[in-house]
C-alpha cells in the first residue's frame, strides 16, 4: 500500500512562488529516485525534475530549468519541488513519482494542481 501525496499546489499570479511537496509513506523511500512530472490540459505528461535515491543527479526539463528546484528529506520521506518566477504555460497538475531502477517499477500520487494566472 504505498501511498505517494502532493500537496502546496494552488493559483498564483506570474512571477509568483509555489513549494510542492510530496509525502511518501510504505515504501522504502531511499530506494527509489523521486521525480516531479506534470500534465496540462490537452497534452502530454512530461518529466518536470528528477532526484536520485541520496539527493545527487538533479536534472530538469529545459523549460523549468532555473526556475525550479527539487529537493528531497530522506529521513522524512519527503520530497519538494520548489517552483519560483512561474509562468501561466506551468499551469498543469503536478505529479510526485517514485521509480524502483532497481526492478523498474513506479508509483504515483494523486497530483496537485498549479494555476499560474492573473
Known amino acids: 500500500q504505498v501511498q505517494l501525496v502532493e500537496s502546496g499546489g494552488g493559483l498564483v499570479q506570474p512571477g509568483g512562488s509555489l513549494r510542492l511537496s510530496c509525502a511518501a509513506s510504505r515504501l522504502t523511500f531511499s530506494l527509489y529516485r523521486m521525480n516531479w512530472y506534470r500534465q496540462a490540459l490537452g497534452k502530454a505528461r512530461e518529466l518536470v525534475a528528477g532526484?536520485?535515491?541520496?539527493?545527487?543527479?538533479?536534472n530538469y526539463a529545459d523549460s523549468v530549468k532555473g526556475r525550479f528546484t527539487i529537493s528531497r528529506d530522506n529521513t522524512k520521506n519527503m520530497v519538494y519541488l520548489q517552483m519560483n518566477s512561474l509562468k501561466p504555460e506551468d499551469t498543469a497538475v503536478y505529479y510526485c513519482n517514485a521509480q524502483n531502477t532497481a526492478i523498474s517499477y513506479d508509483y504515483w500520487g494523486q497530483g496537485t494542481q498549479v494555476t499560474v494566472s492573473s
Open positions: 532526484i536520485s535515491s541520496t539527493g545527487g543527479s538533479p
